[in-house]
């Protein structure tokens, strides 16, 4: 049996490509990204075609925003290209994993030579995203039409992909559940938590594996309100303990402005752009606890790495990285929103620290992965 991966960027897909080909199951892993940015890569298996990321990131860095297309267009261009590419050169295997927007030309050409298609759920559907954060934007002052980067091209796109999906992988009970009410079969959707690199330098427990003497909370990821920033912000007020510290990594978006002007708590803010993996990973095994409260979140790596590093989670409901949080032992989860739930979970941290032992590489969801695909082949 043979696991194809297609993907613009990295992100989950490479781990689990990569501990998929260590049991044997691989078959090939397209990317958008260069040959040598891919880690570890086997030149027999990997098969590239970067020269639209190429282009997208060197716009991004090196001209002017007045001069370039949205970064929307460009993403779009760069992930239909691949799109378009794999399908041209897609070889064969028992499965191929496309990501949704990536995935329509890739699963009419895996359709025509016999292979199971497997849409790849990073994330909740956007519909659901929809609906969820357009209340948050009229909150603040602002259309989510002026903000949204989908339009009906992309839904009528999306509808097909669905359509020509065998299967959905997901990450969290969270998008399958989101999944099962736009009418996808449980049967046909499976849910396998992601891991975590756990090699030597990045996220792992330090050698003093001790919580802090300071209450440390750490946010990381986008700065925005979808990552319910106005609720930590609401319970850091409620808390009211000017002795905590909150460090947010991560980068600020302009949305945040309105939330963090209000906040009048006496809980300092530390912010500190984006880090490396290695540098996030340092601040994980020096903070106390690691916040996630977000409105819509299909799963949050970071949840595993935070674990990985000894950091207990603390997380809203809609967070899909809550499968793998035992409350009152690595975490807890709170009703999302609920900015008293979230200040009482703080308190209970801050008064009873504690590390976790939890070691969640990408090993057993690659074998979760290659056990159901044989049970379906």
Request: net charge neutral.
């Amino acid at each position: 049996m043979k696991i194809s991966f297609s993907a613009t960027n990295p992100c989950h897909m490479w781990p689990t490509a990569r501990a998929v080909g260590e049991l044997g199951a691989l078959g090939h892993y397209y990317s958008g990204y260069p040959g040598w940015k891919m880690r570890d890569a086997d030149p027999a298996i990997l098969r590239t075609h970067s020269f639209r990321t190429n282009v997208v990131y060197a716009l991004l860095k090196y001209a002017p925003a007045s001069l370039r297309p949205s970064s929307r267009a460009l993403f779009l261009w760069q992930d239909h290209g691949l799109d378009r590419w794999v399908a041209r050169h897609l070889e064969p295997c028992d499965f191929i994993h496309a990501m949704p927007g990536q995935a329509l030309h890739t699963f009419r050409a895996a359709r025509k030579l016999g292979i199971r298609t497997v849409l790849n759920h990073a994330t909740g559907p956007v519909r659901e995203w929809v609906r969820i954060m357009e209340p948050e934007y009229e909150r603040i002052g602002e259309h989510l039409t002026d903000v949204c980067p989908y339009d009906a091209a992309y839904f009528e796109r999306e509808d097909e992909e669905y359509l020509l999906a065998d299967y959905h992988a997901v990450a969290s009970t969270v998008v399958r559940d989101q999944l099962i009410h736009l009418g996808i079969p449980a049967r046909q959707i499976v849910v396998i938590p992601y891991g975590a690199d756990t090699g030597p330098r990045v996220f792992r427990r330090g050698e003093n594996d001790q919580p802090p003497a300071q209450f440390r909370i750490l946010f990381a990821g986008q700065i925005g309100i979808r990552k319910g920033l106005r609720t930590l912000l609401d319970a850091l007020a409620l808390c009211c303990n000017p002795e905590w510290r909150v460090d947010f990594v991560g980068a600020k978006l302009p949305e945040s402005a309105h939330d963090l002007a209000a906040y009048k708590g006496p809980v300092p803010l530390h912010f500190h752009g984006t880090k490396s993996q290695e540098q996030l990973a340092a601040m994980m095994r020096e903070s106390s606890v690691l916040v996630l409260p977000s409105l819509e979140e299909g799963f949050g790596l970071v949840v595993p790495q935070a674990l990985n590093c000894g950091l207990p989670c603390i997380v809203s409901d809609r967070v899909g990285g809550k499968d793998l949080i035992r409350p009152g032992e690595n975490g807890a989860i709170f009703p999302v929103s609920d900015a008293a739930a979230l200040a009482n979970e703080l308190r209970t941290f801050a008064e009873n620290p504690r590390r976790t032992t939890d070691n969640l590489g990408w090993e057993e969801p690659a074998k979760r992965l290659v056990e159901w695909s044989s049970s379906v082949l």
